[in-house]
């Protein structure tokens, strides 16, 4: 576990202030492993993709610890469906895993993002066969597992089974 004393909080990214952080977890190994963005090699790459992406996006927050951006969480609305669909998403830095901070992380949003968006109803977490970490992030947040879509995308240029998880508005969470 993080320390108790260790404060977890969300907030907007800005291009100004968190480039360096930006930089940490876009450029590390063991975050690409799981993970279908190209990496940023320099600050100018992720100014821009910080300028172009995050800052335009609908609901994109800093994982913060104690202050510190250390990832990032979004909810991207399924343009198709009215918005009644949005899906979840999630990095930390690899430093950081194991101490339940992404699980604290995705249980903020879940206890709020229906409140800030009451045209959603269903929130989905799209998960790799092979990311056991990620799949226990949302099981711990209260997503139920759907099953399996096999041979649903191209992951790494390998055609690969997704782990469908989703919360309802009218889910109960603990
Ligand atoms: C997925 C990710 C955000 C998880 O962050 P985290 O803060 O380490 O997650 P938590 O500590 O809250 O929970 C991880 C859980 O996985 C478990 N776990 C870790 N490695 C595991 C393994 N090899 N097998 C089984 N369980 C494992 C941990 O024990 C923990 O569960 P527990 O609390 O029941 O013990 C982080 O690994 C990450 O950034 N990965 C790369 C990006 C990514 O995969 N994003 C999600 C895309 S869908």
Not at 61 to 88: H, Q
Request: proline fraction near 2%.
């Amino acid at each position: 576990m993080k320390n108790e004393s260790d404060i977890i909080s969300l907030r907007l990214l800005d291009q100004t202030d968190v480039v360096d952080d930006f930089m940490e977890w876009s450029l590390d190994e063991n975050v690409s492993n799981f993970f279908t963005r190209g990496t940023f090699l320099t600050k100018k790459d992720a100014k821009r993709y910080i300028t172009k992406f995050i800052v335009t996006h609908p609901w994109f927050r800093a994982i913060c610890l104690n202050g510190k951006p250390i990832g990032y969480i979004c909810v991207s609305p399924d343009v198709g469906s009215d918005r009644f669909k949005g899906e979840i998403g999630y990095v930390l830095s690899s430093k950081y895993w194991g101490k339940g901070i992404a699980t604290k992380a995705v249980k903020m949003v879940a206890a709020t993002i229906f409140v800030e968006w009451p045209h959603l109803v269903r929130l989905e977490g799209m998960v790799n066969i092979d990311n056991i970490r990620s799949q226990r992030v949302l099981e711990k947040a209260g997503f139920t597992r759907e099953g399996v879509l096999r041979k649903y995308y191209i992951f790494k240029r390998k055609l690969s089974d997704l782990v469908m998880f989703s919360l309802l508005s009218t889910d109960q969470l603990t």
